[in-house]
């Protein structure tokens, strides 16, 4: 994929400037990054804080592909994401960087990220994900924190960030540019390989790597749809061929989960 990036200072989102680009018919392959968002968001349209600090892209792709390849596509992008992240920390804290379905980079909540919190949450998130099919067109936003900023927004919600100069205090050191620029690089660089790979491959060379980088592997969930009706409670057991996580209930029974959003059960 030939890429254009567009790099800007502070814009309301790159995601409404990738979808405007849709609607005007460019090709696939422009990225529009930005240092600030004042309106940036995520999956479901959720407010994503994106104060100086952060790297904050969004991507115009035009997949051609089998319309039930299209879901895993999520999937890549997260595993993509978290194996760019991976390669930036020392090799101790790598493992520590997860894949929480269907696209969250989260951290582990016993590494370095996470144990100075006052009560540690399941995961510390590391990267938001976003992709919406628009106009024949797919926008996929990606959103890395790098380096915590001096005032953080306050939007809400259940997330804890975590940053990478928690995981790599080397990466709190130095101009943030070169922090931003390097962290861009290696996204791009993995993100672009990987996205090739899926449209000739499809979703097989992945499936692999999604479950061992999986957060949700043998925890216990609950699966709630868009507009919070509960999908299935038991045990998260795997990913599965077409990208689905399939949660095993009480009853013995597995349950393979298309979409949804899934949240962990403290306790059970």
Not at 36 to 62: F, N, V
Not at 177 to 202: H, I, M, N, P
């Amino acid at each position: 994929m030939l890429l254009r990036v567009e790099n800007l200072t502070t814009v309301r989102s790159t995601n409404e400037l990738v979808k405007q680009a849709i609607e005007a018919g460019q090709p696939e392959g422009l990225v529009v990054r930005a240092r600030r968002q004042s309106g940036g968001y995520g999956r479901q349209g959720r407010a994503w804080a994106s104060p100086e600090g952060g790297l904050y892209c969004s991507w115009l792709l035009r997949p051609n592909v089998p319309l039930a390849q299209l879901p895993t596509l999520s999937l890549v992008v997260g595993l993509a994401v978290r194996d760019a992240a991976a390669a930036l920390v020392p090799d101790s804290a790598a493992p520590a960087i997860r894949v929480k379905w269907p696209n969250d980079v989260v951290v582990a909540p016993d590494s370095a990220a996470c144990e100075a919190l006052p009560a540690r949450p399941p995961f510390c998130k590391l990267c938001g994900i976003s992709l919406e099919a628009h106009q024949g067109g797919v926008c996929v936003g990606i959103g890395v924190n790098v380096r915590r900023p001096r005032a953080a927004a306050d939007v809400g919600g259940k997330n804890v960030p975590a940053y990478l100069e928690d995981l790599a205090p080397a990466w709190g050191r130095g101009r943030l540019e070169d922090a931003l620029d390097a962290t861009f690089s290696q996204v791009k660089s993995v993100f672009s390989a990987c996205y090739d790979r899926w449209l000739l491959e499809g979703f097989a060379p992945f499936s692999g790597r999604c479950n061992e980088t999986s957060a949700l592997a043998g925890r216990a969930v609950r699966i709630e749809d868009h507009g919070g009706g509960v999908l299935a409670c038991g045990t998260a057991c795997g990913i599965d061929e077409h990208g689905r996580l399939v949660v095993s209930r009480s009853d013995g029974t597995a349950v393979p989960i298309s979409s949804g959003e899934a949240h962990v059960l403290l306790g059970a």
